[in-house]
Each structure stands twice: as C-alpha cells, then as structure tokens.
T-cell receptor
Framework: EAGVAQSPRYKIIEKRQSVAFWCNPI?????LYWYQQILGQGPKLLIQ????????DSQLPKDRFSAERLKGVDSTLKIQPAKLEDSAVYLC??????????????FGQGTRLTVV | AQKVTQAQTEISVVEKEDVTLDCVYE???????LFWYKQPPSGELVFLIR??????QNEISGRYSWNFQKSTSSFNFTITASQVVDSAVYFC???????????FGAGTTVTVRA
C-alpha cells in the first residue's frame, strides 16, 4: 500500500514570495491533515479536511495561508506571501476514519520550507 | 493549554541501555487515544503504538513497552536494549473523541551512542 506522498521535499524562497505544497493521501482515506512543525517543536495542526470539507482550520493564518482538497483526494497548501517565521516542515497526514477521535494517522515525509 | 507534556528534551544513552520517555497528558474526555511516534532524521513521523483510554493494560511489543496510568495521566514509553537506529525524536500525542486531531508534545530527542 502506497503511503502519503508529498512534494516537493525541500523549498527555499525569499520572503514575500509564494509557495505551494502538494499532498496525495493514502487511497480511500477520508481525512487529511496539514501540520506545521517548527524546528525543535512538535507538529501543530493547520487544517483538517474530511472528504473535501474543512473540519478545523482554527490555527491556519488565513491572511496568508490557504488550502484546498479537490474531489476529496489530493490537497494543496499555499502560502502567500511568505514570512521568515513560516520556515518549518509541513507535514501531510491522512486517516481512514471520519468519526471523533483519531485512531490512526499516517504521515508523509514532509516539505522542508526555508524562507530567507 | 498544552495537552501533552514531554518534560525531557534530550536523552543520550550508550547502546544496549534501556531508555524511558515520559509523557503527561491533560484531557476532560473519558474516551481518548494516546500515541507514540518516532521521527528519524528523514523527517517522516512513524507510528509506534496506540493505546485507548479504557484499556490500561501495559504491553510489550518487541523492544518497545509502555506504561499507561490514568491516575497520574501518564503514558511512558520504554525502549529496551537500545540500538543506534533508535536515535530519533519521539513524540507523544493525544486524540480526544470529541476532537478530530492529534495534539503532539514537544518531543524528546534520543541519541544512542555506539
């Protein structure tokens, strides 16, 4: 079974530029997550989709971050314009369930973003 | 409020020593799930173990074992006879049945020296 795929693996941009990350979850998984992991910290949830609807985006900086999940499968996360503090690893994860409580979540290798 | 606390930031051991990682959590739910994930230098979060709140039986799986105590809200994880390949950052995480996400601790960096 293929895992969660993310691209690109690494990205370096200048501040105020735009960047987009792509995620392809495990086939059949209804729930998709984007996490931000700043160096030395645990992952923090940015946004969660269930099929193609947003369940939780309370910690997404909506003035610069946007995300979509078309047709309930692939997802893209965009930052426009980027700030220095956006330097982090962006992790995508998927989960088969749709009910309350996460019983299992599978993570991709992440995209390491450096903003200079 | 932080829901998962990993007080140890770094642990360094010599190969074959046992390593115990501490995790304390906070929740008002009676049903919840606790996890340990491993993050090697490659960056991917690898699922290790999951425990649900209504099963406090402690188990051993290979070199991994865990000690879940609801009375102290702790979910500690032990690697027995550590190996160099165990060097990674280990995260404890909580999922509440009335929530839909994993809340992670800050992680503990484990370094196993040959």
């Amino acid at each position: 079974e293929a895992g969660v795929a993310q691209s690109p693996r690494y990205k370096i941009i200048e501040k105020r530029q735009s960047v987009a990350f792509w995620c392809n979850p495990i086939s059949g998984h209804a729930t998709l997550y984007w996490y931000q992991q700043i160096l030395g910290q645990g992952p923090k949830l940015l946004i969660q989709f269930q099929n193609n609807g947003v369940v939780d985006d309370s910690q997404l900086p909506k003035d610069r971050f946007s995300a979509e999940r078309l047709k309930g499968v692939d997802s893209t996360l965009k930052i426009q314009p980027a700030k220095l503090e956006d330097s982090a690893v962006y992790l995508c994860a998927s989960s088969p369930g749709t009910g309350g409580g996460v019983t299992e979540a599978f993570f991709g290798q992440g995209t390491r973003l450096t903003v200079v | 409020a932080q829901k998962v606390t990993q007080a140890q930031t770094e642990i360094s051991v010599v190969e074959k020593e046992d390593v115990t990682l501490d995790c304390v959590y906070e929740t008002r739910d009676t049903t919840y799930y606790l996890f340990w994930y491993k993050q090697p230098p490659s960056g991917e979060l690898v699922f290790l173990i999951r425990r649900n709140s209504f099963d406090e039986q402690n188990e051993i799986s290979g070199r991994y074992s865990w000690n879940f105590q609801k009375s102290t809200s702790s979910f500690n994880f032990t690697i027995t006879a550590s190996q160099v390949v165990d060097s990674a950052v280990y995260f404890c995480a909580l999922s509440e049945v009335n929530d839909y996400k994993l809340s992670f601790g800050a992680g503990t960096t484990v370094t196993v020296r040959a």
